[in-house]
């Protein structure tokens, strides 16, 4: 079974960056994202990409946040500027390894390997 860490997380003030990181125990291939859920709120798409082809960014991101892979094809990153305190939440890495239904890029629910998070904090 692949294990995904995510690491990176950490409280920070609004206008700060993060970076996140996700290492795959049997590396990260295919569809690979990023996912964050807020206290209440459904999980939601934040940036992913299918191998080294265009990222997709949701709409609440884009200009602001990037989504990369190492040469290794172990680890998936996210990089976070000019955060906000709307992007507080716990963000999860995904890959997509056995297939199964899809339902777009930035839908949570095509995406069957997952990490257990690493938490997000942006202070105003």
């Known amino acids: 079974q692949v294990q995904l860490v995510e690491s990176g997380g950490d409280s920070v003030e609004a206008g700060g960056s993060l970076r996140l990181s996700c290492i795959g125990s049997?590396?990260?291939?295919?569809?690979m994202g990023w996912f964050r859920q807020a206290p209440g709120k459904q999980r939601e798409g934040v940036a992913t990409?299918?191998?080294?082809?265009?990222?997709l960014y949701a709409d609440s991101v884009k200009g602001r946040f990037t989504i990369s892979r190492d040469n290794a094809k172990t680890t998936l990153y996210l990089q976070m500027n000019s955060l906000k305190s709307e992007d507080t939440a716990m963000y999860y890495c995904?890959?997509?390894?056995?297939?199964?239904?899809?339902?777009?890029?930035?839908?949570?629910?095509?995406?069957?390997?997952w990490g257990r998070g690493t938490q997000v904090t942006v202070s105003s």
């Open positions: 990409i299918f191998e080294d082809g265009d990222p």
């Open positions: 049997k590396g990260i291939y295919g569809w």
């Open positions: 995904a890959t997509r390894y056995n297939g199964g239904t899809w339902y777009g890029p930035l839908d949570s629910r095509g995406y069957d390997s």
